[in-house]
């Protein structure tokens, strides 16, 4: 369930009494907790216990041991499978709240109230949940639907303009793979501002939706979701074991560059579609520098990616502008090339 907040919440107020859980554990970092929290709990009408969590912000404290600090707390707070935790945040509140829920005694219910625009439209849809470990993505992780998704907009205008873009381009994303008249229509937004942004959100949270209703353990169709993650992914990596994190936007701008460049070369779209494709995301997004990373060190982490089989690097890849395809295994020298191609391009 998917729910559009109003002003007064009544629609999680309504959800909270139909449920009845015996605890609430309200899930947040330092940056929900002073943007966000209050605004939770000045429209939360219930006389349920809750206890707010906060850990600190940022993808490097997805890990194994942040996660051991939560099942800890939650031993210390004597929650029972009957509690239920409300995930405040952003992608790495969603993936590692998720986590947490349905791992501790072998799962407890829980909904994702996302923060951000990468948030909203992709990560805490789906149910795919994980953590982070030796500095690959996500390797950790369940498949376990949340009770339900709760959304209120004006959330986004909390955000730094840097934490928008980065969920933009998941919204990029959607169009490119499923929906050509939604990327048209981003692509002519002239400045990212929530407002924007707003018109938009629901039909990219739907597509991913759509998705998922048909694929839930990604063993087809949702594959095509990680168009431009396959790079993506594996650079984002690279620059968090470097100390020097980058936005998951950022990569995954980076990666769908990339993996256009390898639908050009793999005979799946034209040089026009590829182009217009290119040059539209480099119009939102800064060109990175990646020259301090091997050929040699990108390869061998993009092997770790879950989508993976047999010893091949399976790539979604463009068909068309709305159009995509799954499991399609690209030749080193191709990879290589689009790689040369993304740092070189002027």
């Known amino acids: 369930m998917i729910s559009i907040l109003d002003q007064d919440f009544s629609q999680l107020n309504d959800f909270l009494t139909q449920q009845k859980p015996t605890q609430l554990l309200i899930l947040v970092d ?16 219930t006389e349920i216990p809750f206890e707010i969590i906060e850990i600190e912000a940022g993808e490097e404290l997805k890990t194994l041991e942040t996660a051991t600090q939560l099942w800890e707390i939650l031993t210390e707070f004597e929650t029972d499978r009957k509690a239920l935790i409300i995930n405040l945040g952003g992608g790495v509140i969603t993936d590692m709240g998720g986590f947490i829920a349905s791992t501790y005694k072998r799962g407890i219910p829980f909904i994702n109230i996302p923060t951000t625009l990468l948030g909203m439209c ?3 849809i789906g149910g795919k949940t994980g953590i982070d470990h030796q500095f690959l993505k996500n390797i950790i992780g369940t498949f376990a639907h949340p009770e339900a998704i709760f959304v209120f907009p004006e959330f986004l205008n909390t955000l730094p303009f840097e934490e ?16 050509e ?8 937004i002239k400045d990212l501002t929530p ?13 991913k939706q759509n998705v998922v209703d048909e694929d839930f353990k990604e063993e087809n169709i949702r594959k095509t979701l990680n168009f431009g993650h396959t790079i993506g992914h594996a650079l984002e990596s690279l620059f968090l074991l ?25 005979d799946l779209i034209s040089e026009e579609t590829s182009n217009t494709i290119i040059s539209n995301l480099r119009k939102f997004f800064p060109h990175i520098d990646i ?37 399609c295994s690209v030749p080193a020298e191709n990879i290589i090339n689009s790689l040369l191609y993304y740092q070189n391009i002027s």
């Not at 008249?181 to 002519?188: P, Q, R, V």
């Not at 407002?195 to 597509?207: A, D, V």
């Not at 990569?251 to 793999?266: D, F």
């Open 181 to 188: 008249k939604h990327w048209n229509d981003l692509i002519s």
């Open 291 to 327: 020259s301090a990373f091997s050929e040699e060190e990108i390869l061998n982490l993009m092997k770790n990616d879950k989508k993976n089989s047999h010893g091949n690097i399976n790539f979604s890849l463009l068909t068309g502008i709305g159009n995509s395809i799954f499991n």
């Open 164 to 179: 928008l873009r980065s969920g933009f381009a998941e919204m990029l994303k959607h169009g490119l793979i499923a929906d």
């Open 242 to 266: 470097k100390g020097k994190p980058i936005m998951h936007g950022e990569a995954v701008a980076l990666g769908m560059i990339c993996e256009t460049r390898i639908s050009l070369l793999q």
């Open 122 to 124: 992709d990560a805490s």
């Open 30 to 45: 330092e940056n929900t907790y002073e943007y966000c929290l209050p605004t939770l709990l000045g429209n939360l009408e």
């Open 195 to 207: 407002e924007n942004i707003f018109p938009y959100i629901e039909t990219s949270m739907n597509i």
